[in-house]
Each structure stands twice: as structure tokens, then as C-alpha cells.
């Protein structure tokens, strides 16, 4: 793994420190401190007169969420008039391939990131090491164990998470048992989801977790064969499950999940939440094989992003911390204009 601790950079930390990211925070609600409070204007950056480069890194390249919001950074971009850089891994477990597309931007100069990282420590390197290479870096959609980041724009997760327990206890009237298939160990989003969740369980005795340690992976394929197993484990000798509700946190978890309990004939049969949207499980919605599922706005976190990172490129007054929300689906709202736009971003 290669890295860009180069004596120079080392030597210029504290310099670029205090002129890259001195507004950025571990998070917090407050805006940065800037040079002014000019509106964003489209167009070059402040030296040179050269069009501005933003690199968007994100976990995958393969989930409908990650297509979302490269059409919303792309829009950013028109609007702005910078060159958007969409680059990331096929999977989203490649840690390695993440590290090294962040440490190929940070050579290609780039004039910002944005990234999306797949594990919350294992990209703290790349990540800081771009900065101390002069070049700001605004996190989105799962948060990075450091402060060295300008923004942070994503879904607050953890109230994600609880919103979809909140949804499992009314479709099981406060009583049943449950199955929690995870993610991946490292991913941010993800576990604040599962934790949200989690929590507003256990606030309910008359749920039961059956099962909560078992994770699906990085691929809609992976987490079949996970769920399969799992599920295998809690069936009863007439084929029907001990479980009343099944939680998936992610895209991936929650299609790879539907296809299990359709082959075995449980869809519809037990409460199912998941989590993000695709054309897939909206089908499955109305098939009434999904009960609930939590959306994200993968277009206004990747739009929002960029106009984030342009405004600390030329030191305008930018948000520290932006909340892109999430909103529950059911059938019963499914076909409402505002949930439609959302279930069906535009895509690259």
C-alpha cells in the first residue's frame, strides 16, 4: 500500500493545516469560518483561472444508490461548472482498490475529494494524506474516525435505523421474534443503522432478536448465501419460519434477502424492512414481499457534495455537517409524487 508522507508534506502540516481545514469539524452542526460569505458563482477556480477537478469517490460502482448519486454530483458539476472524476470500486469491499483510487487522485492533483469510505478507519490515511497534500476532502454517506475532513454529508443513519424499528414494532404490534442480517464490519452507515435498529428493539420486550451477528456482505450475491444459512437455522419442521420480522440494512443485504425468502415461498409471510431503493425492491413493495423501506436521497448527497467542496475550494462560507435525510416507504405511500421522485432518482 502506498502512501504520501513525503518529508515536504510532513514539514508543510501545520501551514496547510490551518489554510485547508480549519473549518472542518468531527461533525459537528456549525459553519465553516471562511474568507467570505460571497454566493457560490459557477465556474474556475480562484488561481490560475483553471476549471476546477473534483474527484467523487464512491464505495461501489455496481448498487442503483451509488448510480443516484453519481447523477447528482454530475449535476453539481454543470451547475458549478467543474469537472466531476467518478471513480470507485466494483465491490464494496475492496479497501485496498479505494486507497489506492484516493492516493491516484492526490497525484493527479485534483482541486478536491469526495469520498465515501468503505471502512471508517482503514481510510483515514489516504484520506488525511490528501489534505496534507493541499487538497480538502468532504466525507459523504458513512463517516471517517477523523478531523481532518472539511464536511460531512450524509443520511443521519442512526435515526435511519431507528426509524426502521420504530416501523417493525407497529407491522408486528410490539410482538414477535426478528432477524437482523448486517452489512460488513467497518462500514459506518451501515452499522449506526443496525445499532438504531437494535435499539429501538430492545426497548421492546416483546421482541425478540433471534439472530443479530451474521453479516451480508458486499454484494447482493453474498448476502443470499448468508441469508440462506440464516434463515435455514430458524425454520420449523413444517417448512414456515421462526421469525415474524426480518431487518436488512443496505441495498444489497435487503435484495439479497428477498430472493431467499421468494425461493422458499416466505415472502409476504413475515415483516420485512430494508433499507435504499432499487427497481427491484420497489417491485417487491408492491408485491407485498417488502413491508417498509428506508430511503436515502443518494442525488441531493452526491449534488450537495460538490457544491460542499466548491465552496471550501474558494474559501465561501460551507456546512460543516449537512443531514440529506431519509424518509420511510410503504405501499401506502408509495405512489405519492414526492416518494415516487425519490424511489426513481436519476441515474448515470
Known amino acids: 500500500m502506498k502512501h504520501f508522507y513525503s518529508a515536504a508534506l510532513v514539514a508543510g502540516m501545520a501551514l496547510l493545516m490551518a489554510a485547508g481545514c480549519g473549518s472542518g469539524d468531527k461533525g459537528g452542526s456549525t459553519s465553516g469560518d471562511t474568507a467570505t460569505n460571497s454566493p457560490m458563482t459557477p465556474g474556475t477556480a480562484d488561481a490560475g483561472g483553471k476549471k476546477l477537478t473534483i474527484a467523487v469517490i464512491p464505495k461501489g460502482s455496481t448498487h442503483d444508490y451509488w448510480k443516484a448519486l453519481h447523477a447528482g454530483a454530475n449535476a453539481a458539476g454543470k451547475e458549478l461548472g467543474v469537472d ?136 447482493a450475491d453474498s448476502a443470499q448465501q448468508k441469508a440462506q444459512g440464516l434463515l435455514s437455522g430458524f425454520k420449523n419442521a413444517d417448512g414456515t419460519l421462526q421469525a415474524q420480522g426480518i431487518y436488512c440494512p443496505n441495498e444489497s443485504t435487503t435484495f439479497g434477502m428477498l430472493r431467499v425468502l421468494e425461493e422458499n415461498k416466505w415472502a409476504g409471510k413475515v415483516k420485512f424492512v430494508g433499507f435504499d431503493s432499487s427497481p427491484k425492491l420497489i417491485d417487491g413493495m408492491k408485491a407485498g414481499e417488502i413491508d417498509a423501506l428506508v430511503v436515502q436521497n443518494p442525488f441531493k448527497m452526491g449534488h450537495d457534495s460538490v457544491v460542499q467542496i466548491v465552496k471550501v475550494i474558494k474559501k465561501q462560507k460551507f456546512d460543516a455537517k449537512e443531514d440529506t435525510g431519509a424518509t420511510l416507504v410503504t405501499k401506502d405511500n408509495l405512489n405519492t409524487p414526492d416518494i415516487l421522485k425519490l424511489v426513481t432518482p436519476p441515474q448515470e
Open 84 to 219: 466531476i472524476q467518478f471513480k470507485g470500486p466494483l465491490k464494496e469491499d475492496d479497501r485496498e482498490d479505494q486507497i489506492k483510487t484516493v492516493e491516484d487522485f492526490v497525484n493527479a492533483k485534483v482541486d478536491g475529494i469526495v469520498l465515501a469510505p468503505l471502512d471508517n478507519q482503514a481510510l483515514v490515511k489516504p484520506a488525511e494524506a490528501a489534505v496534507m497534500a493541499g487538497i480538502p476532502v468532504v466525507v459523504i454517506d458513512s463517516s471517517l474516525k477523523s478531523d481532518k475532513q472539511s464536511s460531512y454529508v450524509a443520511t443521519d443513519n442512526y435515526k435511519g435505523g431507528q426509524m426502521a424499528g420504530e416501523a417493525m414494532v407497529k407491522l408486528l404490534n410490539g410482538k414477535g421474534n426478528v432477524i437482523v442480517l448486517r452489512y460488513e464490519t467497518g462500514s459506518a452507515s451501515t452499522m449506526d443503522r443496525e445499532q438504531g435498529f437494535l435499539d429501538v428493539m430492545a426497548k421492546n420486550p416483546g421482541i425478540k432478536i433471534l439472530s443479530s451477528n451474521q453479516e451480508g456482505g458486499a454484494t
